[in-house]
């Protein structure tokens, strides 16, 4: 049965890989994301690979609405619905400190945007009886700490809404993963100092590819991150808040 | 966009660099940089010397500029971004009957690599060289954004096939692919006992790609022995190509010494049958051997290793059977060495290739080598012929300009599109292409 795609934030290098590696499968993408002159070339990209279809669409995740003309555009394809959710933003810490409305535009995002849209697909998907949602977080939401927790609360907020929609769509036949990467080659990472075991934006989605395929719920990408969040998580309270790291 | 500060090196690793890199991964992203700062790019860092180093300055990495743009099935006439690689391409496409017109020996390089240097294949002989193929391709060079080809700004393109990256930075390509028949090759290994006997099969050679391995430490009677391997695509089932294999950590400085490269080179010899024999192949195993083997190149150890190669006119085969008789001599060659024929197909002003033979060999960066490399320019120069810039890096501007007669054409176009010297590197100072004589 033919699948299609909906990337949200496809204009980043781990949606790209994605969307290129569910392209040479031959399922369908419908790239969403604002530089609808990067889009178009990916959308080519992934035409060539394999993709049944491939199109370039606009999608803000500030913009509600933005969000209806993807669903009407998706429900010309028959098959399922899969929904892959990249976006997500993360100003300086030092820039929303002197200027804290910059906290809601992280929060919509990385939180609120996709959350919406996922809530106006999911009824869809429930018709057809099935689809996968792919929900990118990131292990900066497992803790918050002093370099990035609006950005780590948004992530977080994020994942306990993905815990809650899995919960709703395996009901129906559907599936949600959590990906939590940690460090990954982007250029949201490219010239951070303080950088370590950083992993390619293809090997990132090689694992979301096999979580989604074999059903996991919450993934770490790689997967060492999941031993290292555990003994983040594990630190007490009285000694982390003294701890910058 | 953010620059980093980062060391790299060119493949063979004796050159160095540190300086900024930015790394772009959208096309407004890519022109906003070169409007700002005008830099050279920078691909997989395949050439082997200095070309794709910058020390001290900025560069831009391409690696994320690697879509396919646009593809028609019925002509074989491909739009791709600079960063696209060459083995990519080859994977996704051969499947559909369809090859780059020209490959390198190795699937890493990008598609603005591969015409930066004006790269060669194994079947140059029948069909030139890269840039031959290149139909258009779009230029950055400031806030200024070009599209030239052989007949827009003729001149131009001339001077950035094979140019170096002087002329600005190429954000993408047209390229004019060739049939295949499927994504298998049909290859005939065969051992070859002699340096003449050598000649007289590339000559005779009516095969589509052919490459000869050579025997570099082999002397006397056993001179110029080897292996010819012959190879057409074809269509079939083969297994998939092995997984590849990485070299964790340098290699420590005997794993090339001499006494095991003549082992190694005479096991490597016998493993073809006296008879000859017929294999058939995934096509990424014949054109690229050695990716399977990520970072070969610390096979070398830290100091890294030199590649020589030449090309001498036919008539001048003499000359480079000398040279192969001071390499063996000096002990100092790798496994890897190549002999193959070349037509005259060349797309640039500063192109290497040339009708003839050509010789590439590899050496440890060890005591002697880099002597040895210049005698054996020296020698190439002697013999009229010429040494391929993506490889080298140890020649002198004094050595190589009298090697390229339109040295002055590429030197007259390069200024005009670069009067303040953005896109110089580190070959560029070291040969000392850009300051008028």
């Known amino acids: ?245 | 966009m953010r620059w980093k500060t980062a060391d790299y090196t060119g493949w063979g690793r004796v050159h160095r660099a540190k300086g900024q890199l930015a790394r772009p991964e959208r096309e407004s992203t890519l022109e906003a940089l070169i409007a700002e700062e005008p830099s050279p790019a920078i691909g997989m860092c395949r050439s082997y010397g200095d070309a794709c180093l910058n020390d001290g300055g900025h560069a831009i990495d391409m690696t994320r500029m690697d879509r396919v743009l646009s593809f028609d099935a019925k002509t074989g006439v491909i739009e791709v971004e600079g960063g696209c690689r060459i083995g990519e391409l080859a994977r996704l496409f051969a499947p559909q009957g369809w090859l780059p017109a020209v490959m390198p020996g190795t699937g890493f390089a990008t598609v603005a690599g591969c015409i930066a240097n004006d790269v060669h294949g194994k079947n140059h002989h029948g069909i030139g060289s890269f840039g031959q193929h290149v139909i258009s391709l779009t230029l950055l060079n400031g806030d200024k954004k070009q599209l030239i080809s052989t007949k827009r700004s003729a001149g131009l393109f001339k001077a950035t096939i094979g140019g170096l990256g002087q002329t600005g930075v190429i954000a993408s390509a047209k390229l004019q692919m060739i049939p295949c028949k499927g994504d298998v090759m049909m290859v005939t290994e065969r051992r070859i006992e002699g340096w003449d006997e050598f000649l007289a099969a590339l000559d005779s050679s009516k095969a589509t790609y052919t490459v000869g391995w050579i025997d570099a430490t082999a002397k006397g009677d056993d001179l110029g022995r080897g292996i010819l391997e012959e190879g057409e695509t074809g269509a079939g089932l083969v297994p998939k190509p092995k997984k590849s294999r990485a070299i964790p950590f340098n290699a420590p400085g005997f794993a090339l010494s001499k006494p095991v490269v003549r082992l190694f080179n005479k096991l490597y010899y016998s493993r073809v049958p006296k008879s000859g024999r017929t294999t058939v192949k995934p096509i990424s195993d014949f054109f690229f051997p050695l990716d399977a083997i990520h970072d070969w190149n610390r096979l070398y150890g830290k100091r890294g290793f030199h590649q020589f190669q030449c090309v001498v006119p036919i008539a001048q085969a003499d000359a480079l059977r000398e040279m192969l008789e001071r390499i063996a001599n000096s002990g100092l060659a790798s496994p890897l060495a190549v002999l193959k024929r070349m037509g005259e197909g060349r797309g640039g002003y500063m192109s290497f290739p040339m009708e003839g033979y050509t010789l590439a060999v590899d050496f440890p960066n060890r005591a002697g080598a880099e002597y040895l490399i210049q005698s054996l320019i020296d020698m190439t120069e002697a013999a009229g012929g010429r040494i391929y810039l993506a490889k080298d890096s140890v020649a002198t501007g004094a050595q190589v300009k009298p090697m390229y007669p339109e040295f002055a054409d590429y030197q007259a176009e390069v200024q005009k599109a670069d009067p303040d010297g953005h896109y110089t590197t580190d070959i560029i100072r070291r040969l000392d292409l850009r300051s008028k004589s």
């Open chain 1, 1 to 245: 049965m033919s699948e299609t795609w909906i990337i949200l934030g496809a204009t980043s290098s781990m949606a790209k890989a994605f969307a290129r590696a569910v392209a040479e499968r031959g399922d369908g993408v419908l790239l969403a994301g604002r530089d609808m002159d990067d889009l178009k070339r990916t959308a080519a990209d992934c035409a060539q690979r394999g993709a049944a279809v491939s199109e370039a669409i606009k999608f803000d995740a500030r913009k509600r609405e933005s969000f209806a003309p993807i669903y009407k555009r998706v429900l010309r394809e028959d098959g399922m619905i899969n929904v892959a959710v990249f976006v997500g933003s993360m100003p300086p810490q030092e820039d929303i400190d002197a200027d804290p409305s910059l906290i809601e535009g992280v929060v919509k995002d990385s939180f609120t945007g996709p959350a919406e849209f996922l809530q106006g697909i999911a009824p869809e998907m429930e018709a057809r009886g099935g689809g996968c949602v792919v929900g990118v977080g990131s292990v900066a939401g497992d803790r918050g700490r002093i370099g990035n927790y609006v950005y780590g609360a948004a992530k977080a907020g994020f994942a306990t809404y993905l815990s809650g929609l899995r919960n709703r769509l395996t009901r129906a036949g559907g599936h949600v993963v959590t990906v939590k990467p940690g460090f990954v080659d982007t250029g949201m990472t490219w010239g951070i100092e303080g950088m370590f075991l950083v992993a390619s934006p293809d090997k990132v989605a090689a694992d979301i590819l096999k979580a989604v395929d074999k059903k996991r719920n919450v993934i770490y990408t790689p997967f060492f991150w999941r031993y290292i969040m555990l003994i983040i998580r594990s630190i007490p309270e009285f000694i982390f808040k003294k701890m910058s790291i």
